[in-house]
């Protein structure tokens, strides 16, 4: 059985004033694959989004244990995608282009297997380590000299870190915002890790895009917050965090803000990102009208897609491709529970074991490659989308192939 607790306030301004925009399945947390079809199935928790009426941040409220989506559960790993190591250079030359060149020390929260910290060491030859609960991320850091702390990032642990190493002149946070249940922690830690003067680069999923594209499948519990600049930038500065400057990618989990933040008393705001809070605010994403309307389209625009498949499919059963985290949510969302076959997966840690709802077992590309043929195949490793097709394409197959992103979309491979 996975507890989970309901945070009754805002994750960034504590404001207890929250209410429901966004109404989705019940949906389990983290992977939590079955060995055998014997074991029990995971139970199911609440995965509805919120949002603050005080400052318009987006979160979910009911918060599984952390042993249950970290730990020996968590198989994620920056490493496994080629496109990301790409992304973190980019990431790295953008700041020391535009901010700081002569890195000496950069600490990483949520490091996970060290792949960013190995890449602004070749380039900069600075010090680097990193803090990551997750066993087999850190054990992979860790292999490849990459010094890394087994443990949850917070104001107290980070003062602990402060008594063994010096201070950073940069703190680097990619994605671990969405994770935090206990923010003013985290970022009065942060804080705390600085020298005024200091940096604080980091990647958050932007809500923005998750709104516009329709990402359902971003949302997950590991994801307990939705960010936005209007909502960050005054959680930031309360911390003496400014945000001076951000780089948008369209393409990285559908589109995602690297920000770069400087420990200063210094409390304007740069024209760039004025502008792109004032677009945040015409498109709705801020107050809880626009985030309902965003609500009823989403409802919409799920159940004609939901019915334009059963249309095309009949009576056929369904492939489904990537054994993501949020392939559950996206399976319950379609209601295709009873549809589909299996799940292909190579991932050593997800093959041959079986999803946590239904039985669906999981088996590896080659095994399934002899039932492919004229198949209907939905890609739920979502993220990989663009990467799939092309692979699928590249071995001539005959396929009808169901996408969520970058759109709700049945495209037929000839």
């Given at each position: 059985?996975?507890?989970?607790?309901?945070?009754?306030?805002?994750?960034?301004?504590?404001?207890?004033?929250?209410?429901?925009?966004?109404?989705?399945?019940?949906?389990?947390?983290?992977?939590?694959?079955?060995?055998?079809?014997?074991?029990?199935?995971?139970?199911?928790?609440?995965?509805?989004?919120?949002?603050?009426?005080?400052?318009?941040?987006?979160?979910?409220?009911?918060?599984?244990?952390?042993?249950?989506?970290?730990?020996?559960?968590?198989?994620?790993?920056?490493?496994?995608?080629?496109?990301?190591?790409?992304?973190?250079?980019?990431?790295?030359?953008?700041?020391?282009k535009n901010f700081?060149?002569?890195?000496?020390?950069?600490?990483?929260?949520?490091?996970?297997?060290?792949?960013?910290?190995?890449?602004?060491?070749?380039?900069?030859?600075?010090?680097?380590?990193?803090?990551?609960?997750?066993?087999?991320?850190?054990?992979?850091?860790?292999?490849?000299?990459?010094?890394?702390?087994?443990?949850?990032?917070?104001?107290?642990?980070?003062?602990?870190?402060?008594?063994?190493?010096?201070?950073?002149?940069?703190?680097?946070?990619?994605?671990?915002?969405?994770?935090?249940?206990?923010?003013?922690?985290?970022?009065?830690?942060?804080?705390?890790?600085?020298?005024?003067?200091?940096?604080?680069?980091?990647?958050?999923?932007?809500?923005?895009?998750?709104?516009?594209?329709?990402?359902?499948?971003?949302?997950?519990?590991?994801?307990?917050?939705?960010?936005?600049?209007?909502?960050?930038?005054?959680?930031?500065?309360?911390?003496?965090?400014?945000?001076?400057?951000?780089?948008?990618?369209?393409?990285?989990?559908?589109?995602?803000?690297?920000?770069?933040?400087?420990?200063?008393?210094?409390?304007?705001?740069?024209?760039?990102?004025?502008?792109?809070?004032?677009?945040?605010?015409?498109?709705?994403?801020?107050?809880?009208?626009?985030?309902?309307?965003?609500?009823?389209?989403?409802?919409?625009?799920?159940?004609?897609?939901?019915?334009?498949?059963?249309?095309?499919?009949?009576?056929?059963?369904?492939?489904?491709?990537?054994?993501?985290?949020?392939?559950?949510?996206?399976?319950?969302?379609?209601?295709?529970?009873?549809?589909?076959?299996?799940?292909?997966?190579d991932n050593p840690?997800?093959?041959?074991?079986?999803?946590?709802?239904?039985?669906?077992?999981?088996?590896?590309?080659?095994?399934?490659?002899?039932?492919?043929?004229?198949?209907?195949?939905?890609?739920?490793?979502?993220?990989?989308?663009?990467?799939?097709?092309?692979?699928?394409?590249?071995?001539?197959?005959?396929?009808?192939i169901i996408t969520?992103?970058?759109?709700?979309?049945?495209?037929?491979?000839?």
């Open positions: 059985m996975i507890k989970f607790k309901i945070q009754d306030k805002c994750r960034l301004c504590l404001s207890k004033n929250l209410e429901l925009i966004v109404k989705l399945p019940t949906t389990v947390p983290g992977e939590h694959l079955k060995k055998n079809k014997k074991h029990k199935n995971t139970n199911l928790i609440p995965i509805d989004l919120y949002l603050c009426r005080a400052c318009g941040h987006v979160q979910l409220v009911h918060v599984p244990a952390p042993k249950d989506l970290w730990g020996q559960e968590f198989t994620f790993k920056p490493s496994d995608n080629p496109k990301l190591k790409i992304h973190f250079r980019k990431s790295i030359n953008f700041f020391l700081n060149s002569d890195v000496k020390f950069a600490f990483e929260i949520g490091s996970n297997d060290g792949l960013f910290l190995g890449e602004i060491k070749k380039i900069t030859k600075c010090n680097v380590l990193g803090i990551d609960p997750s066993d087999e991320p850190v054990l992979i850091a860790r292999k490849n000299n990459i010094p890394t702390i087994k443990d949850y990032f917070s104001y107290k642990i980070g003062k602990k870190i402060l008594k063994k190493f010096d201070k950073p002149d940069l703190v680097i946070a990619n994605n671990v915002f969405a994770h935090i249940d206990d923010m003013n922690s985290m970022v009065k830690g942060i804080s705390n890790m600085l020298n005024y003067g200091g940096y604080f680069m980091f990647e958050i999923s932007y809500l923005l895009d998750i709104v516009k594209k329709y990402l359902v499948g971003t949302i997950i519990h590991e994801h307990l917050s939705y960010h936005s600049l209007f909502s960050l930038v005054p959680f930031l500065k309360k911390y003496n965090l400014n945000l001076i400057d951000y780089r948008y990618v369209s393409n990285v989990q559908g589109g995602v803000i690297v920000g770069v933040a400087k420990k200063t008393r210094n409390s304007k705001i740069p024209h760039k990102i004025k502008k792109m809070i004032e677009k945040e605010v015409r498109f709705g994403i801020t107050d809880i009208k626009g985030m309902k309307r965003f609500n009823m389209k989403l409802k919409k625009k799920i159940n004609f897609f939901r019915n334009e498949i059963f249309s095309f499919i009949g009576k056929k059963k369904i492939i489904g491709y990537g054994a993501a985290r949020s392939s559950v949510l996206i399976i319950d969302l379609l209601k295709l529970r009873k549809k589909i076959l299996f799940i292909i997966d840690r997800k093959k041959n074991k079986f999803m946590p709802i239904a039985n669906i077992p999981i088996i590896s590309f080659k095994k399934a490659y002899k039932n492919m043929s004229n198949s209907v195949l939905i890609i739920l490793g979502w993220a990989q989308t663009e990467r799939i097709i092309k692979f699928l394409k590249s071995l001539g197959l005959k396929l009808n969520i992103y970058p759109k709700f979309k049945i495209i037929k491979l000839k």
